[in-house]
């Protein structure tokens, strides 16, 4: 059993921001809770036992979707389901309608999925390819990091995710995974993308491939070489070349879930099937 | 260990429940079950998988075992509080039991619930929009074909 | 939905689809299940498991937690009277004594105010743990001699050699039942020194026979209740919780509740058990099946306990629904370190069938032959012999039933469903409509019905009728399957009532048998019907006599005394005067005998059952998404005594068959397993769940009332054969490893393929390292025992 911090309130209830990352500086055993599903089924299954818990819930700033401009901002106590009624982006809606369930949805929140980095998680790889910046906080104040910048260095000690922020980005959004069953569960890899035809660029997320969710800059770069902007058409041997490159940058494990082997040759394909299904909706409507 | 104890207030059912000495990480599935006597609330996979512990929260449908009951704002409906007083059905619940294979039944008190909300978004839902807003129920007896005739017809407007 | 099978609480007998006793209570969450049980000053239980495969205990000190303040009592393997327990053979500790043998093992148990308090006392309790190398292979195993059953039979010519000759090695998992309703109990003490387990079973008589033995107290002094059961599919056979809770009860005279999490349920619990298949058949060029050889491995975990039968029942139905003429099989239960294993609906059965299903596959291929027409070429039928000799003496369809399922209904075009979910893969899935194949295959399949080889397959039930209402007593368990109901309606039909209920199940009543092996219809129900036939005729006997008319002349109808031409004379309420009508009948199913050593005419099984399935699936060959699209099922069921229970038992056991065939495994890696979690092991869900067609014939069962016969487990082995076959015929694959995972359907992670020579060694060299094996004693590992000690055969 973990022995209490001294003095710990074993529940916190912070209502602003300051309040939680003050909170967290003195008690830095505590453990967040955004929703909780994930952090209180690890205590149920007597994988994790803080001796004390912060609760977000009370913090209005962090809830919310707002536009500003053609930006979205999405507060970190945002639930799944309630990001998925506000209809961000078709990337999202269908990502979304793919994470867990109705049931979960409810409660899980935009920060806690994205906090905890590991690489089944949906949301990071589709941030990634919506360019999405992360605002975080901490005793030391508040910090705002690009998606692909956070991907790899996460949270500090004792900081929190703010928000999500989502710039103005137009076309193609689309994101896609395998898994080992068709109904809810985590996904074996995913490859998330948008190709913007008023910026010219290509962005993509990976998911289910690397130690957290992995950009693929070498990919996309050749992607955004490889098409033709104005005719808004590319080659069938650059799909299947943006295809391998996304399995390049992967870096798959065999657990089990799912074969390293699988798991390359799954983003190959659904890299390739992606930039097809592009030119086939720009030609097709 | 006195000090893991904390009081929570809770309002289930149209009702104020005030419970002393819950422990401070426990669940709202346990506090509905062993606090309050709310059995009807079914404990299963303790993970938020199976959807045998769904109650509503203002309406909508949640995993009571992975919500910390230390972090629940709001009016909790579980099974007890949905079903008639009188003893009867719901036509929902009435359409669930009419359509076929009810088996162990384990998993019907969160299919009621989880259902309820559905239908409430769902108006003359397709067995393709029950099988997806319904993902979050599992049950090993059926093959889900009656639930999902029961759910759909229950839909009907 | 099909009329018949809407749901009435007011349908009346056999036939109709009368509404379960329990449904309204279900619904509205009122109906108890062992898991909502509460007593008055009840302690609960937790239990201290085993984080080693293979471990000598160097010490278990219990005094830390014992010291600790809200818990009354903590016990070790040394508090057990006889700390050996098992269904079928009394091999298993209750808590472990000096070794673990796997990870999971119950090695102390603790009784507390609160269930966190108990956990915090486990963690108190110090173990220290010599670790020994664990045996985590089962061909080690077979080589190494931890058998613990061989059995070895020849029919006709083995000689014999075929035109064709076809060969594969198919391998299963482990598989969970995954029921919903947690393992859950309470023991307490009756007050003169016995105890009372009310909690959820399949076998309330097996159970407390087993508690009793093991507590060393006379059966009369335990008393074993069934409580709201929440599925079982073969996975209450063995004991979990019970010794445990009634230990504690008796130590602290207090009641004590045991409630598993679901992750001690998957370490606890034991699976159906993992297997490896060879088997060869030799045809003519003309598709007629001439020999079957096979060799069927099943491991079994680390004590035998009822894994005897499953390996009896595994090698003598290799064959399939097929007359084969010649064949040699063996079969081995051997023993490793990987967790428990025992019965799970189709017991032994859903593995060997599966493979020489796949192996038809293969055969129709090699022939140029559509599998469904090799199949329908060399079908069993009534009259024809089994391979272990056993004269098949009732009915047989298996050309109707094959035939049949390749009508009906077609699956919806792909056009119809390719949104959303209608795709492989589910939402979110790379698949787009030109990515899928889409294919059909069809299989057949048999399962022994009643439990086989010697085991005594019988049930009493007592039927009263009293002012025009009958109640039925029968401790046969409920778990879900529809016991109750159908015992209902077999009294509503045989006296002619409409008013009847069925009481609970507990061990003070006579023994009703288990709910297993597909049994409870034909042999409770068997006792039901008996029982009312005599209610009815000492019933009319009385009337005869009171109102003077020729008990010939009477009958029962709609609640009313009748002449046999229809006239209404009394009701049966009025003509009853309040006197009580009542009689106990046993009925027992035929005397079977172990597959070797028998004489002829000495059956093996009671009974079988055949069903024949058309399915159809979805493929993304490049990324091996599948999407199982329709089944057509055809069953034989003997008489449909409710069409909506029959079609949600076959339906849902299919379903169970689809999942093994697809994503459920239980793997172990170095002894340890894997996953723990329905995040982990995976189940289908709606959206991995096809439309499911089930259509029934209905060829009577001989010896048995109003011709039932089992129906649940059947749909169980019917469902990977199923999957599999339309699997191939998508993407010209073998794929003889299920779960046929999307690494294995892309072919990506190619199968391990048939390699021609057998790979179980000599017999000879199995007797003599079973001999050489008996030899050591202590750990049952290397004890070796007849599966045929126990309460079966005392
Ligand atoms: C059945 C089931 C299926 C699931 N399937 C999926 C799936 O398909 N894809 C997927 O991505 N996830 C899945 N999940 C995992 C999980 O529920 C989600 O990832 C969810 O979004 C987590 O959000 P939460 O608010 O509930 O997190 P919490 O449990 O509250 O927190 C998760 C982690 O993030 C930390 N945290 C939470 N909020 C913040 C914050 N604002 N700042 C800093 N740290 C924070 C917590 O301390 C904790 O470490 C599934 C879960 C279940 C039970
Ligand atoms: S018990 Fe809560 S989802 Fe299974
Ligand atoms: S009826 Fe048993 S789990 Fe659904």
């Known amino acids: 059993m973990t022995t209490a911090v001294a003095h710990t309130p074993r529940v916190l209830r912070p209502t602003t921001i300051k309040e939680a990352t003050g909170a967290l500086a003195v008690h830095p055993g505590a453990r967040v809770v955004g929703g909780g599903t994930l952090v209180v089924a690890e205590r149920s299954r007597g994988i994790d036992g803080p001796a004390s818990y912060l609760l977000l819930s009370g913090i209005v700033d962090l809830s919310g979707v707002s536009r500003d401009g053609g930006g979205v901002r999405i507060g970190a106590q945002t639930t799944l389901r309630d990001l998925l009624d506000a209809e961000v982006s078709p990337l999202l809606d269908v990502a979304l309608r793919s994470l867990a369930t109705p049931q979960i949805r409810n409660r899980a929140t935009v920060g806690g999925n994205i906090a905890d980095r590991r690489p089944a998680h949906t949301l990071s790889p589709c941030f990634l390819a919506l360019d999405a910046a992360v605002e975080s906080a901490g005793a030391g104040g508040t910090r705002r990091r690009s998606m692909r910048e956070f991907v790899s260095e996460g949270l500090a000690g004792g900081e929190i995710v703010v928000s999500v922020i989502l710039p103005e980005r137009s076309g193609f959004q689309r994101y896609t995974r395998v898994a080992p069953r068709n109904g809810p569960g985590y996904a074996i890899a995913s490859v998330a993308v948008s190709i913007d035809p008023t910026a010219r660029s290509v962005r993509t997320g990976l998911g289910g491939v690397g130690d957290s969710a992995l950009a693929a800059p070498a990919a996309d770069d050749f992607l955004t070489a490889a098409i033709d902007w104005d005719a808004q058409t590319t080659t069938d041997a650059a799909a299947a070349e943006y295809g391998r490159l996304l399995a390049e940058a992967s870096n798959p ?7 390293a082997t699988y798991r390359r040759h799954a983003v190959t394909v659904m890299g390739r099937r992606l930039v097809e299904a592009w030119t086939e909706e720009q030609h097709h409507g | 260990m006195d000090d893991e104890r904390i009081s929570l207030n809770l309002q289930v059912n149209g009702t104020a429940y005030h419970v002393d000495d819950a422990w401070y990480f426990e669940t709202l599935l346990s506090v509905l079950r062993y606090r309050l006597g709310l059995t009807g609330t079914k404990q299963s996979c303790e993970t938020g998988s199976c959807g045998a512990c769904t109650v509503l929260l203002d309406g909508r449908p949640i995993n009571s075992c992975v919500a910390l009951a230390a972090d629940v704002q709001g009016n ?32 019907l008190p969160g299919m009621v619930l989880a259902g309820s909300a559905f239908i409430a978004d769902h108006p003359n839902a397709t067995d393709d929009e029950v099988r997806e807003g319904m993902c979050g129920n599992l049950c090993r007896c059926t093959a889900y074909g009656s639930l999902i005739t029961g759910i759909r017809e229950a839909s009907k407007r | 939905m099909r009329n018949d099978l809407r749901t009435d609480p007011g349908a009346v007998g056999i036939g109709t689809s009368r509404r379960r006793p329990d449904a309204a209570a279900k619904a509205r969450g009122e109906f108890e299940f062992a898991p909502d049980a509460a007593e008055p000053g009840m302690l609960w239980g937790a239990t201290l498991r085993s984080v080693h495969p293979h471990a000598r205990l160097v010490r278990v000190d219990l005094n830390p937690a014992k010291a600790m303040p809200g818990v009354h009592a903590v016990l070790g393997g040394w508090d057990v009277p006889d700390n050996r327990y098992g269904a079928i053979n009394r091999d298993t500790p209750v808590l472990a004594d000096d070794i673990v043998n796997y990870v999971g093992e119950p090695i102390a148990i603790v009784a507390a105010d609160d269930p966190e308090i108990a956990r915090r006392a486990l963690d108190a309790i110090v173990v220290e743990y010599e670790v020994l ?131 001690e349920a998957f370490l606890a619990r034991y699976h159906r058990h993992p297997t490896r298949i060879w088997v060869r058949h030799h045809a003519t060029k003309d598709g007629k099946i001439v020999k079957i050889e096979g060799k069927v491995i099943h491991e079994d975990g680390p004590y035998s306990n009822t894994n005897g039968p499953g390996i009896g029942n595994g090698s003598s139905l290799l064959q399939g629904p097929y007359n084969i003429p010649n064949a040699h099989i063996e079969g081995w239960s051997v023993g490793t370190n990987n967790g428990m294993c025992g019965s799970l609906r189709g017991f032994g059965v859903v593995e060997p069938m599966y493979a020489s299903e796949s192996n038809l ?37 298996v050309r109707e039933l094959i035939d049949a399922s390749g009508q009906g209904a077609q699956p919806a075009p792909l056009a119809d469903t390719a949104s959303g979910i209608g795709l492989p893969g589910g939402i979110a899935t790379p698949t787009r409509p030109r990515d899928v194949v889409r ?11 009643c439990l086989s080889e010697g085991a005594p397959v019988n049930s009493t039930a007592l039927v009263t009728l009293r002012d025009g209402a009958a109640v039925i007593e029968c401790a046969a368990a409920e778990v879900g399957q529809g016991f109750k109901t159908i015992a209902e309606q077999i009294v509503q039909t045989t006296l002619g009532i409409s008013r009847v209920t069925i009481t609970g199940s507990d061990s003070g009543m006579a023994d009703g048998s288990t709910t297993d092996g597909q049994l409870q219809t034909m042999t409770s ?56 009508f009542q009689a106990t009948e046993r009925f027992a199913q035929r005397q079977t005998w172990e597959l070797e050593g028998r004489q002829p005419g000495q059956p093996m099984h009671v009974t079988f059952n055949f069903s024949a399935t058309r399915c159809t699936v979805d493929v993304d060959r490049e990324l091996g998404l599948v999407r199982v699209v329709h089944m057509n099922v055809v069953q034989d069921v003997g008489r449909t005594v409710n069409p909506a229970q029959a079609t949600g038992q076959i339906a849902g056991g299919v379903l169970m068959g689809l999942g093994l065939a697809l994503m459920e495994e239980f793997p172990y890696v170095d002894g340890v397993p894997t996953r723990r979690t329905w995040d982990e092991y995976l189940v289908p869900t709606m959206i991995d769940a096809p439309p499911i067609d089930v259509a029934f014939l209905e060829y009577p069962e001989p010896r048995i009332p109003y011709g039932m016969r089992g129906i649940a487990e059947l749909p169980h082995v019917q469902g990977p054969p199923a999957v599999m076959a339309a699997l191939r015929a998508a993407t010209g694959l073998p794929l003889p490893c299920i779960p046929a995972t999307p690494e294995k359907v892309a072919d990506l992670h190619p199968d391990p393929l048939p390699t021609g020579a057998p790979t179980a060694p000599s017999n000879k060299r199995i007797r003599e390292n079973v001999e050489s094996a008996r030899a050591v004693p202590g750990d049952p590992m290397h004890d070796p025992v007849s599966p045929r000690k126990g309460p079966w055969n005392p």
């Not at chain 2, 079903?83 to 009867?88: F, I, R, V």
């Not at chain 3, 080690?140 to 076809?166: C, K, N, S």
């Not at chain 3, 005869?544 to 008319?549: L, N, W």
Request: glycine fraction near 10%; charged fraction near 25%.
């Open chain 1, 253 to 259: 494990v065999t657990d089990d879930r799912s074969t």
């Open chain 2, 76 to 107: 909790v409906t579980t099974i007890e509080g949905y079903s008639p007083a009188d003893g009867s059905l719901t036509p929902l619940q009435e359409a669930l039991v009419a359509a076929g294979d009810v088996q162990c039944g384990y998993c």
């Open chain 3, 133 to 263: 190398d664990p045996l985590i292979d089962m061909m080690r195993a077979l080589e190494d001699g931890h058998v613990y059953r061989h059995v070895d039979y020849t029919h006709g010519d083995p000689t014999v050699v075929g035109d064709v000759q076809v060969e594969g090695v198919y391998t299963t998992p482990r598989q969970d039942h995954s029921y919903l309703g947690l393992d859950s109990g309470i023991a307490k003490p009756d007050g003169r020194g016995g105890v009372i387990i009310t909690g959820a079973t399949q076998w309330v008589h097996s159970d407390r026979a087993q508690v009793a033995a093991s507590l060393g107290l006379p059966p009369e002094r335990v008393l074993v209740i069934n409580s709201g059961v929440g599925g079982s599919f073969g996975g209450r056979f063995v004991l979990s919780w019970q010794i445990h809770g009634a230990l504690l009860a008796l130590h602290t005279e207090r009641p004590v509740k045991f409630l598993y999490s679901r992750e």
């Open chain 3, 361 to 397: 596959d293969a055969l129709a291929r090699a022939l140029g032959m559509d599998g469904a027409e090799l199949r329908r070429r060399n079908a069993m039928k009534e009259g024809d012999t089994w391979t272990f000799d056993q004269v098949m003496d009732s009915p047989a369809p």
């Open chain 3, 439 to 449: 294919a059909t295959g069809t299989s057949s399949v048999a399962k022994n019905v």
């Open chain 3, 525 to 580: 129900g068997g006792a039901v019907a008996m029982a009312a036939a005599t209610v009815k005729e000492r019933f009319l006997r009385f009337v005869s006599r009171e109102y003077g008319h020729d008990e010939k002349d009477l009958d029962i109808r709609d609640d009313h005394v009748v002449l046999k031409d229809g006239t209404r004379l009394m009701t049966v309420s009025d003509a009853g005067m309040h006197l009580v």
